[in-house]
Every structure is written in C-alpha cells, then in structure tokens.
C-alpha cells in the first residue's frame, strides 16, 4: 500500500504533488521548495487531511499546514518577490527536508556533514551560510528546525520572524 | 539436459544440479551412468557436529562419473575465505569413476559465523556441479556468572560489587570440540582485587575488602588453544555497596579509539540470541561503549558489534522484514531491522520478559527509503560515524513511536508516520518504499519496560535513575551509576526529588532570559545544554557557545502540571575548552544555541531547552516511563511519563 504524505513521499513524485486540504473557500494552493515561488494544483481530499491556515501579514504571506501525523510546517513568502525565503517545522517527525528545501538541500547537507564531522556527536544544527541558515533543535518525537535566507528577507521583516 | 545426481552423508548438502526429471538420491549407484554420455558427481564430507574452528580442517570427496576421466576443479564460496589444498584424484577405478578429495581449510581469523560452500565443477562439462555446505564459527569464550542464591549462571553482564564480594564466573570455549582445554584467567589491573579458585572452567573474582573511591576491573577468559579468542566482565566496586539493579555509566570519551566524545555516558550491555542457553554456537555477545540516551526510546545496536549473534527479525506472510528508521536532530538518522534479543544490563534482565525489540544499524550500506534517509543525508552506521557502539534510549515513553501515551505508529490514532516503520523483502528496500503502521509489540520498545533483577526477581520496569557526580569545570572522565526502577527495591526511592509533569508532547516549560521555553527536556544524549541565547557563537565549533570568560545563568523549570525548580548554571568557551583539554571527555560548561535569542523573546511557541549531560552532573536525575492508557482514559501522576531531580 502507499500512502501519500505531506513533505514524505514527495520526492519521489516530482516535487509539486503536494496536496492539501484547504480551509472553506480558499484557493487550492502547494508548498513550494525554498526559494520556490507557491503553486496550485488539484487537491486530493480523499487522499490527504492536512489542515492549512493562510496568515496575511505585511511582509510574508505564511502558510502554516499541519500534517495528519502532528507536524506543523510554515512557509514563509515573501510579499516583495511571491518566492518562499523561509520555512520552519516542529512536530514528532522530522518533515521531508529535501523537498522542503529545495535547491538549497545539498547545500544544507554538505554544511550538516561539516558540523557533525567536528566532533562525531549528533547535536542541534546551527547552519550559518551567506545565503542559507539552518537550525535544528529537539530529540526522538519532538524536532523543530528552521531554514531561510538571510539575504531574500523582505523589507521590514527579519530573521525572527521565521519561527 | 543436465543428468546429475548430488547425495552428501549431510542432510544439509545442497543439490546445486538437479535433475529435470526426479532422479531421487539413492535411485542408482554411483558410477552407473544414467544415460550414456553423461556426467555426475556426488560430494560427501564427514558428519559435522560442530562447526570448524578458525584453522580446522575438513575434508570432501567428490565421486565423478565421466566417460573421460577428466575429474573436477574445485572453488569456495565466499573466495578467499579459507583455503582449499591437497587435491588427490584418483582416476578409472571401475566404470569410468574417478574419486577426488581435497581438504578444507578455515581462516585463522573468522569474525562471524559463515557457511563456505564448496563446489566441485565437472571438467568435461562445466555445467555439472554439486555443492557442499561447510559451518565454520570463531572460537568463542563463553562467560557466564554464577547466581549467588540458585546457582544458575546467566551470560555475564557488567556487574557492580560491594567491597569484599565475591563473583563466582564460568567460562567455556565453543565450538564445544573434543581438546577445547577451556580458559586460562586474568585480571586487569593485576592488583584491583584477587581471582581464587581458578580452573580451566571457573574463577571467583574478590573484590578489595576497602576502597574510598569506585574501582573498575576487567576478568578476562582466554581459550587455552586460541589466544585470539577471550571474553570479558567489567566488574566496578562501588564503595557505597552495590545492589544488582545498579550497572556503571562512565563518561569516558567513548569507545572510539583516538576520539573524544565530549560529555557522552556510556555503560555495556550482553546480548543474547533470545531463548538461548548453552549450546555448540555462540549465543552471547558483551557490547560496550552503549551510550545512555534520556532523550530517546529503545535499544539500537551496530551489527557490526553483535556479528557473531543470529538475532530473528519480524516478517510478514510475504517474507518481508519490519524494518526500522530512528531520525536525529542533525537530520542523520539509523536504519536497520527491528530484531528480537535477550538482553543483560548489570543484574537485570530481559529474559523473563520476552525477547526485547531492538534496532540493529545496519553495517553494510543497503538501500534506505528516501524518506527515512531524506536522499542523502549521513547513515550512522558505524562506531566512527556514531562515536559509539549502541545506543540505550531510556526516556519517558514506551516505544520509539509513542508520545503522551498514545501510539503513532500502530494505525489506531492517526496516519502513517511518515519515517519510521517500512517492510521490505529480503533482497532490501527500494527507495521509494512507503511507512508501514505497526503493531506496538513489534516496535523498538524501551529496554527498561522488560526489565526484571536477577538477584531479587523485582521487576525494575517503570524508570529508571542516572547518577554522575559533580564535575567542576574539566575533567577526563567521571564513573556514575544507572539504577533500574523507581520505588521498586530500597536503593531507588524517589524520596524528596522534585517531580516535572510533562505535557501533551512529553516536554515541560523553562524559564529563561525572559523566554518561555515550552519545549523543554532532559537529555543525557545531548552532550551539552542548548538554548536561546544572545552569546556569543563560537567559531571553530558553530554549535556551541563562546563567550568571552566563564558567564554563570540561572533558569526555572516548571512542570506541566506540578513541579517547579531553580537550576543555575554556567557556560563557557567552548573553542577554547575543547581544544585546551583534548584528552578529557567531561566539560559542565559547555553550552550551545538552540534557535536565537530574538526568536523566542518574540513568542516563538517551538522554542527549546535541552539540558544535557551537563545537567546530570552532581543529581540523581529520575526518568518514570508513561505507563497510561491513551486519552480519554484519565492517568494518574504515578503512572505518568515524569521527570524527577
């Protein structure tokens, strides 16, 4: 049997298979990768029972989805360029980084490997590149962690409001 | 067509060739061709009772039927796994019958148990082989501990002695052979107690009559005929006395030679094929460098480190393996079959339980589903890439798919964890295989729940208590101790610890620097504290904190529901204490971030406080195990998952 998951199986379908259920009346929209722009697609609502809140501010748009196993994902757009520039997850399972990540997975996975060569030891990422950040907190059925680029932040928004 | 026949005086010989039509073994002599113009071989080798030991000989005989006389070539499969020498043929004896023997001979080091299977090919027509199977095992010293009060012996586990006490050990050689001449006896250092009694089959170990500090010391079985073949017992004499509930933990820089691992505990385990008793095939493997994980659930270990066990996995109707995948907080994570194991840990064991749902990591680099490896991130499967041998996660819940009580993982509260449980036929997982749901007893569950002592038959299973002594600064290593229950026996009594409640997530809250940190826990596994914070970030070691002189912070936990306690604490430069003090494995200072200062401050709801192995040392710090049934069903403080220090 497969079972569709949100930021899951993803990868293996192409990156924009993200589907959603939607809050009453709103558009049907995906997640897109950081540094991706949103897009839309057709929802399966047989398929898959994530919630999604659309919260309208001056600097982001954010869309914060709850996976039906309990992890809470937000993508942060940007109100200048309509492109995701952070996102952010806490929940008892790690979200699929790679699709969440988009072209900056790679990056985020050589600077992960770099970190963890140091010592050996597995502990909170804290990831701090020119053009990506990527922190990491939490244990076994409780992780958090956010990724964004400091240099794609709107005007008048900073990198606390990614959280 | 291929006319051959393949008889061994082994029930287990294996007919590589059979024939298209069912000839059965015994149908006609050898040496009376079926048909005319063709071959047959038939392969036999003397009844193994046991299996070879490292060096040991055996033989094979290969009866050909050829018209041409050209006999066999002869090959071993795994190559270059022993040595095949000797070949005698002799040629024509009656009705163009030739019978070649060779001799069989086993590595002089062998790791694992391994079947070599040897082929004999035929020369006219390579078509035509047979095969033999050939059990070959590593000499193994098998050590085990003599009960005081029945007598019975249980495999030998890290054991801690009151001072004066005497430990009776027994030790064997398997594979059980006819001149196995037994053990030969040392002790490590020489002078930390006595061995008396010493025969090639037991010894007693008499701890020092006084001592003012603890005291590790390893007894050592050789095998007499194979020096490369030994088992070992770490025994600590505790001054304070000792009870069989208690095991060593020591924070020793870990098991990995010429590397540190700052602030990780470690202790060892025995691990035994479940169901086990003596027999002619190693049954039991002693694993150290185990690192003691609060913030985890259930016992992972390297394959590498338990070659020599036969561990069942489960698997469905279909033949497929339940396998497991447990993700780390860096985004690396361990992948392996979910195997059934006894497990020894101090005087405790699971045997009376059942057999213990265990991880064990994969050594070799098999396929891992793309999302439990999330296409690339590091596989942790081996001591170097792990900085240990096994992981003991001992927190709060009952399994690795459970949280507040309630399972994930088991289809009977929400969807399909999306990087946890997968099955996968023998031949591996796909990448792009799916999570599976699965049943609770068949997950890695948490070794304490299936925990009874030895020596007082008290079941130990609610939780469990992690003692370090203060660590000022630096210092090179640290022996504490691990207590199995809460309440259950007269040396693990909560007293007048202070208890945290946890919340609907198993964390509690933590005050700090004007922060609400509502996603607090305690960790042994973190080898220091991570919070929010504005200092400074170092610079050779981005994870940690650096500021300018030694900066001492205070912090307020509180409980979900009761519970409330002042904790201060100290940070300091961390570049600077890791690279003046290389040698040494345990730093009370050492401190990194966790999201930033800013965040939190701000009202981030997803904002953590880790405390780490730093806030162990100087506390008994209390870990009781969620024994509720799921929400709505009410659950009682005492049987709730809590913290208490």
Redesign the interface.
Known sequence: ???L?P???L??RGAWILVVLLTLGAPFHAFAALGDAPQSVAVDQERI?ASLKIIQGDAFTIYEMT????TVVREYVSSSNGRVVGV?W?G???????QLLGSY??Q??GA??E??D???????????EPELVV??????????G?AYNPGALPAGS???D?? | MILSRVRSLRTAAIATILAAFAFLPGCFKAGTPPVAGAVTIELTSPAQTFPLSPGAATTVTATVYDESNNGVTWTSTPVNFGAISGQTSVTGTSNFQTVATITYTAPANISANTTVTITATSVSNPTITASVPIKVSPTVVSLETVLPLTGNSIPAAAQTLAPGQILTLTGAVLPLTVNSQGVAWTLTPADAGSLTGQTTGSANYVAPATISSPLTATVTATAIADSNATASVQVTVLPSGAATNVVVVNVDGGP?PL?V??N?VFTSVTICNPGSNSSSSPVCQSVDGILVDT???GLRLLQSEIALLSLPTFVDGLGNTLENC???????YLWGPVSQADLYIGGETTVFTSPLPVQVISSTDVIVP??CS?????N?NTS????ANGIL?I?P?ST????NGVN?CDGSS???????YYTCPKVGCA??D???VVAPLQQVTNPILFLTNTGTFSTDNNGAILRLPSVSGVESSVTGTLTFGIGTEPNNLLGSATVLTLDS???FTTSFNNQTLT?S?I?S????L?FPDSLT?CT????FFCPASLTALSAEMNGATEGQATVNFSVDNADNLLSNNPGSAAFSNLA?????Y??CA?G?????F?WGLPFFYGRSVYTHIDACLPPPVACSPTQAAWWAF
């Open positions: 049997m497969k079972i998951v930021f899951g199986a990868s293996t029972k996976c039906p196993t309990g952010s806490r008892p399972f790690i979200p699929d980084l790679k997975f790679d985020y996975v992960a490997k970190q963890r140091t010592h050996g030891v597995r502990r909170p990422l804290n990831i701090q922190q990491t907190a939490g244990h076994m059925r409780a992780f958090s956010r900073n990198a606390d990614i959280k | 990995v590397k691992y700052p990780g913030g985890s659930y447990a993700s780390n907080v860096d985004g690396s793309e999302s999330n296409g690339g991130t590091a942790l170097q890439l792990l900085g996660g927190g819940e690795d798919c459970t949280l994930l929400q969807a399909t964890p999306p990087n946890l990448t792009t799916s999570p599976v997530t198993d964390q996603n826990f960790d596994g973190s080898d220091a991570f970030i050779d070691n981005p994870q990194g971030p966790s999201g930033t800013q965040s701000n981030n709801a997803s904002c953590v880790d």
